[in-house]
T-cell receptor
Framework: DVKVTQSSRYLVKRTGEKVFLECVQD?????MFWYRQDPGLGLRLIYF???????EKGDIPEGYSVSREKKERFSLILESASTNQTSMYLCASSLDPGTGITFGSGTRLTVV | AQKITQTQPGMFVQEKEAVTLDCTYDTSDPSYGLFWYKQPSSGEMIFLIYQGSYDQQNATEGRYSLNFQKARKSANLVISASQLGDSAMYFC???????????FGTGTSLTVIP
């Protein structure tokens, strides 16, 4: 089975800190995604990547950046964390448009 | 623009009864895939069922079936013989041929009553 691993289950950071959320998948998937999930808003796409060093903005990229230096690793960076970035962050990967998307277990980030 | 709409924020169902969770979608792509995911309180997203836009028959996976009505652009999830463990958030999602994005609805919270 594909495994998508997010490095932290819970994180608490201070306003203004630079925050790194790490995600690793072990099945050689081309596509990787970062979503944030908020009650009543569902999952909103922040960034996705379809190849190493390639990235595209999703619906809510403001305040975030990403890095994909290796195929298996996709990092989400909060340049200067703010309280409105308190949320559940979900990383996911998929092989091609015809297959489903596999999620990691999520990182619940609290910015204080 | 692609869009997924789930109009039921919360649903209740009696144990052992069937329940239908609604999903409508909007896309101009001729080729797309529709997915349903379950998210229990533990937070993980669990894939349930997939329907391709060219599939002639409705998808089924155990107690889950997808009522696909292409002309109406709807992809409702039907859960038969509900169990207490079915209590969770359920998300409808769509992936289109153009682009590699998955679009998600806002989810439906299902509570199964003993």
């Amino acid at each position: 089975d594909v495994k998508v691993t997010q490095s932290s289950r819970y994180l608490v950071k201070r306003t203004g800190e630079k925050v790194f959320l790490e995600c690793v998948q072990d099945m050689d998937h081309e596509n990787m995604f970062w979503y944030r999930q908020d009650p009543g808003l569902g999952l909103r796409l922040i960034y996705f990547s379809y190849d190493v060093k390639m990235k595209e903005k999703g619906d809510i990229p403001e305040g975030y950046s990403v890095s994909r230096e290796k195929k298996e690793r996709f990092s989400l960076i909060l340049e200067s964390a703010s309280t409105n970035q308190t949320s559940m962050y979900l990383c996911a990967s998929s092989l091609d448009p015809g297959t489903g998307i596999t999620f990691g277990s999520g990182t619940r980030l609290t910015v204080v | 623009a692609q869009k997924i709409t789930q109009t039921q924020p919360g649903m209740f169902v009696q144990e052992k009864e069937a329940v239908t969770l609604d999903c409508t979608y909007d896309t101009s792509d001729p080729s797309y895939g529709l997915f349903w995911y379950k998210q229990p309180s533990s937070g993980e997203m669990i894939f349930l069922i997939y329907q391709g836009s060219y599939d002639q028959q409705n998808a089924t996976e155990g107690r889950y079936s997808l009522n696909f009505q292409k002309a109406r652009k709807s992809a409702n999830l039907v859960i038969s013989a509900s169990q207490l463990g079915d209590s969770a958030m359920y998300f409808c999602a769509m992936r289109t041929q153009t682009g590699n994005q998955f679009y998600f609805g806002t989810g439906t919270s299902l509570t199964v009553i003993p």
